[in-house]
Nanobody, 116 residues
Framework: QVQLVESGGGLVQPGESLTLSCVASGSSFNLFHLAWHRQAPGKEREFVASITSARITAYEDSVKGRFTISRDNARNTMYLQMNNLKSEDTAVYYC??????????WGQGTQVTVSS
């Protein structure tokens, strides 16, 4: 069983930055493929970014060049550096972890609000 806890959300103005963190309990963190998803009010949850156990990254088109996903296996932590935030980035952000062929685990989410 893996527990994921997100933090770092908040209220920022357009153009500002935030860094989200996701800390995982349990062992073998380095073997997990990790991802960030988000869900805006009235919308379905959508993929934002991912990083595999081999540190291969992928991004949703609207965040490319603005968001950076990373991981620190020594700290069992994944990050999402978000720059030049826009109002459309407002959502609850969730982290996700899964081993190849395994069941996915989700965190409880952290709210990001971008508003002037």
């Amino acid at each position: 069983q893996v527990q994921l806890v997100e933090s770092g959300g908040g209220l920022v103005q357009p153009g500002e930055s935030l860094t989200l963190s996701c800390v995982a309990s349990g062992s073998s963190f380095n073997l997990f493929h990790l991802a960030w998803h988000r869900q805006a009010p009235g919308k379905e949850r959508e993929f934002v970014a991912s990083i595999t156990s081999a540190r291969i990254t992928a991004y949703e088109d609207s965040v490319k060049g603005r968001f950076t996903i990373s991981r620190d296996n020594a700290r069992n932590t994944m990050y999402l550096q978000m720059n030049n935030l826009k109002s459309e980035d407002t959502a609850v952000y969730y982290c996700n972890a899964a081993r190849t062929g395994g069941k996915p685990f989700w965190g409880q989410g952290t709210q990001v609000t971008v508003s002037s």
